[in-house]
């Protein structure tokens, strides 16, 4: 296994859409299993692959306290969203330390292939829902500060541009 350097905005890289899966075979398994420690180590509840510089539909998801109970997603969708919403205050691993509430719906249904290749399907609200919805958007190239206004998605280019030149 092995961390992988995590793309921070506003890298371009991070808005290119992930392409789904074709087969879920040893190397997408390595993927999974590198991501997940990834996530771990950060620490962080939720990677997409977009932001390991991965271009392909997977997700990695533990909101367990204990950090024992990982989610893949392969290939995720959204098959159903309540009108009911939530916000929420959210981070980012490609946005290091900066947090901020964004709106989205409060239950959600997701289907998506494990790293078995078998398709499941499931029901979220919490935190839950908030994480498959914000790593859901990373894979199709959009990062959660653009939910922000304008003015603010500026100010945290310009932190985070000064971060790295440190």
């Keep these: 296994m092995a961390l992988l350097p995590i793309l921070h905005y506003p890298d ?5 859409k992930a392409k789904p899966v074709a087969v879920v075979d040893d190397r997408i398994r390595r993927i999974v ?10 620490p962080g509840i939720g990677l997409a692959a977009t932001q390991v510089d991965i271009h392909e539909r ?25 009108e009911e ?28 292939t ?16 908030v994480c498959v919805q914000h790593e859901l958007d990373h894979l199709e ?8 206004s304008p003015l603010k998605q500026s100010r945290i280019k310009t932190k985070l541009r000064k971060l790295e030149k440190v």
């Excluded at 299993?33 to 950060?42: I, Q, S």
């Excluded at 997977?58 to 309540?82: F, H, R, Y």
């Excluded at 964004?102 to 289907?111: D, G, L, P, Q, Y």
Aim: negative net charge; contains cysteine.
């Design 12 to 16: 371009a890289r991070l808005h290119k």
């Design 33 to 42: 299993r590198d991501m997940a420690e990834t996530m771990y180590a950060a």
């Design 58 to 82: 997977i997700v990695v998801i533990d909101v367990s306290e204990n950090n024992d109970d990982l989610l893949v997603l392969i290939n995720p969708v959204i098959t159903w969203k309540s």
């Design 85 to 112: 919403t939530q916000v929420y205050e959210e981070g980012c691993l490609s946005v290091p330390g900066i947090y901020d509430e964004v709106k989205r719906a409060a239950r959600i249904k997701v289907e998506a």
């Design 114 to 129: 494990n790293e078995q290749g078998e398709r499941y399907e499931f029901d979220a609200e919490g935190i839950l829902a």
């Design 141 to 148: 190239g959009k990062v959660f500060v653009e939910y922000l």
